[in-house]
C-alpha cells in the first residue's frame, strides 16, 4: 500500500511517499521560518502563498526520488485541517486534484491525527497509548485507543507551550523562533534566580496554562534594566524553561495516573509536536514515564514537527480501515480529535 502525503497547515510545506511496510519512500519539508522572521511569528496569507508556490514542486521531488508515479498509488491523503486556512486550502485541493487525476481515493487527514499516530510509523506501538502534543499551535493530553478514537484527558486554557516558548523569548530580545532560543540562552541560565509560577500545578484535571507565566515573565523583564544583559536574559530563559517544564511534568503526571488505571493495557507515552525537541522536556518527562510505569517514545526531531510522512502515515491507518473522503470534503480551521471533549474556554481545538 502506498500512499503519498500532503501537509500545509502551518509554516512547513511538505510532501511524502509511505508504505505500509513503515518505510517513508521519500520526503521534502520546505521551512518557511526565513519568510516569516521579520514579522516575528507566522503571518497567514504569505504562508497561503508560499506553500501555492513550492508544493507541486516539492511533490514532483518526492515522487521522482521513489522513482513512483502517481499511478501506483493507492491514495492520496492531505491535511484538511485544523490550521490557518488559506494554507490548509492549498493543499487540501492539490491533494483532490490529484486523486482525482490519477483516479485513486482521498484522505481528508485531521493535522493532530497525524501526530498521534506518528509513534505507530516511527516505531509500530500498540494501541493504547498516551499522547503528549505540545507544539506551536496545540498543547494536549490524549488516549489513543484507536485509528479515529482519541479521548482528551488535557488542553491549554489559553497559550500553546510553543506560542508561549516563541512570546517569552521575542520579550526577552532572543528571536524566532522562541523554543530553540530558549533552550540555547537557558544553558548558561540560572534557574533559581527569578522566582516563577507553576501553572496549574496541583489541579486535579490535566489541563495546562501559559498565559500567566508569561505575563510574570514580561513584568519581571519589565523590571529589569533595558535591554536585558546576556546574564538577564539567561537566567529569565533558565527560570522560564524550568517554570514550563515543571507545570507540563504534574500535568503529564496526573494523566498518566489516570491512563493507567483506565487504559491498563498501556504501555507507553508518547510525545510529539515541535516542543518535543526541548531537552529539558524530553529528559523530565523521561522521569515522569520511568515513574508512572510507562515508556517515554518521542519519535525523531523530523517526525515530530511538522511534516508530510505523519499524514501519509494516517492515510494508510484510514485506508486500511476502509475509509476514505467525498471530494468536496469542506476544509475545516477548527478540527478537534475529540468531538465529545468540553472545549476549554479559551482555546483554539
Ligand atoms: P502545529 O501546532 O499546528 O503543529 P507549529 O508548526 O507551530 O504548528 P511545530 O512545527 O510542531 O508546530 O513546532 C514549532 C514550535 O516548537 C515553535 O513554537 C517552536 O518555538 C517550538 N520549538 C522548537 N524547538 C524547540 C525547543 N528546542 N524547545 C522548545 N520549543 C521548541
Ligand atoms: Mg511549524
Ligand atoms: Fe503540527
Not at 136 to 151: F, P
Not at 153 to 167: H, P, Q, R, S, V
Request: aromatic residues 4%.
Amino acid at each position: 500500500m502506498l500512499v503519498l502525503g500532503i501537509e500545509t497547515s502551518c509554516d512547513e510545506t511538505a510532501a511524502a511517499l509511505v508504505d505500509d511496510g513503515r518505510n517513508v519512500l521519500a520526503q521534502r519539508v520546505l521551512s518557511q521560518i526565513e519568510e516569516h522572521k521579520p514579522f516575528g511569528g507566522v503571518v497567514p496569507e504569505v504562508a497561503a502563498r508560499s506553500h501555492l508556490l513550492h508544493l507541486d514542486r516539492l511533490i514532483a521531488e518526492t515522487m521522482a526520488e521513489a522513482g513512483r508515479r502517481f499511478a501506483e498509488l493507492d491514495a492520496v491523503a492531505a491535511t484538511a485541517g485544523p490550521g490557518l486556512i488559506g494554507g490548509v486550502i492549498v493543499g487540501a485541493t492539490t491533494g483532490k486534484a490529484l486523486a482525482l487525476a490519477a483516479g485513486k481515493p482521498f484522505l481528508a487527514v485531521n493535522h493532530l491525527e497525524g501526530h498521534a499516530l506518528t509513534a505507530r510509523l516511527t516505531d509500530g506501538i500498540d494501541f493504547p497509548y498516551l499522547l503528549l502534543l505540545v507544539s506551536g499551535g496545540h498543547c494536549q493530553l490524549l488516549a489513543v485507543e484507536g485509528v479515529g478514537r482519541y479521548r482528551r484527558l488535557g488542553t491549554t486554557i489559553d497559550d500553546a507551550a510553543g506560542e508561549a516558548f516563541d512570546k517569552v523569548a521575542k520579550m526577552a530580545g532572543l528571536g524566532y523562533p522562541g523554543g530553540p532560543a530558549i533552550q540555547q540562552a537557558a544553558l548558561s541560565g540560572d534557574p533559581a534566580r527569578f522566582a516563577l509560577p507553576r501553572p496549574m500545578k496541583g489541579r486535579p484535571d490535566c489541563d495546562f496554562s501559559f498565559s500567566g507565566l508569561k505575563n510574570a515573565v514580561r513584568l519581571l523583564i519589565e523590571s529589569l534594566p533595558r535591554p536585558l544583559s546576556p546574564t538577564d536574559a539567561a537566567d529569565v530563559a533558565a527560570g522560564f524553561q524550568a517554570a514550563l517544564v515543571d507545570s507540563i511534568a504534574d500535568r503529564v503526571t496526573r494523566a498518566a495516573r489516570r491512563f493507567r488505571a483506565e487504559w491498563p493495557d498501556g504501555r507507553h507515552l508518547v510525545v510529539s509536536g515541535g516542543v518535543a525537541a526541548n531537552a529539558a522536556l524530553r529528559q523530565t518527562l523521561a522521569e515522569v514515564a520511568t515513574r508512572a510505569g510507562l515508556a517515554l517514545l518521542a519519535p525523531p526531531l523530523a517526525l515530530c514537527t511538522d511534516n508530510a510522512a505523519m499524514i501519509a502515515w494516517a492515510g494508510i491507518e484510514k485506508l486500511r480501515l476502509g475509509h476514505s473522503d467525498p471530494l468536496d470534503f469542506a476544509p475545516r480551521p477548527r478540527w478537534p480529535l475529540d468531538p465529545t471533549a468540553p472545549r476549554a474556554v479559551g482555546a483554539g481545538v
